[in-house]
């Protein structure tokens, strides 16, 4: 099965700072998405992109955060100031035409830890 | 608004025996349906999907499920259970209308005893 890659594992930052959680998506697809799991609750979707653009976002994709493609291979997932309750998994996925007979293929997460 | 229920937090079932993880789901559009498993310290792994055509999908390692529009429902089964399984499942839809938003349920832990 083709592979995401996450890193890092987990990150533990205090309240207030910037983190930049990175993704390495499957070199011939085009379309990335990153999804957040709150310890002990549901997988929920944050934000799709192609073409260097936001596809959609989730009312949680607030300005706190953004993402981007800075060279081509990184998907990124940045949160400027970090709350207590951005501690989470974080999942990135990407997939290929973005068609509904597409997978999304998924990234084994990075735990995020705000204290 | 679009909802996924996965009404159990965990299946226990005997190595060999049948297993069933429920998932029922409410959409205003198409659905296109999907499982996904999760082991720990890893991602979610892809199982199987329904888009269109026959109602019972064949998956990844044995497993299968079947989609019933008239019960909302999207049950994932296998027919003989290994301790392997054990594992978080996940059902997932989206909507033919704008299948770039996943929407997930709880999941379900899986727990097959040998």
């Known amino acids: 099965e083709p592979e995401v890659t996450q890193t890092p594992s987990h990150q533990v930052t205090q309240m207030g700072q910037e983190v930049i959680l990175r993704c390495v998506p499957i070199?011939?697809?085009?379309?990335f998405y990153w999804y957040r799991q709150i310890l002990g609750q549901k997988v929920e979707f944050l934000v799709s992109f192609y073409n260097n653009e936001i596809s959609e976002k989730s009312e949680i994709f607030d300005d706190q955060f953004s993402v981007e493609r800075p060279d081509g291979s990184n998907f990124t997932l940045k949160i400027r100031s970090t709350k207590l309750e951005d501690s989470a998994m974080y999942f990135c996925a990407a997939a290929g035409r973005g068609s509904p007979t597409d997978t999304q293929y998924f990234g084994p997460g990075t735990r995020l830890t705000v204290l | 608004a679009q909802s996924v229920a996965q009404p159990e937090d965990q299946v226990n079932v005997a190595e060999g025996n049948p297993l069933t993880v429920k998932c029922t789901y409410s959409v205003s559009g198409n659905p296109y349906l999907f499982w996904y498993v999760q082991y720990p310290n890893r991602g979610l792994q892809f199982l199987l999907k329904?888009?269109?055509?026959?109602?019972l999908v064949k998956g990844s390692y044995g497993f299968e499920a079947e989609f019933n529009k008239s019960q909302t429902s999207f049950h994932l089964k296998k027919p003989s259970a290994l301790v392997s399984d054990s594992a978080l499942y996940f059902c997932a839809v989206t909507l033919k209308e704008n299948f770039n938003k996943f929407y997930f349920g709880s999941g379900t832990k899986l727990n097959v005893k040998p």
């Open positions: 070199s011939n697809h085009l379309y």
């Open positions: 329904y888009i269109t055509g026959d109602n």
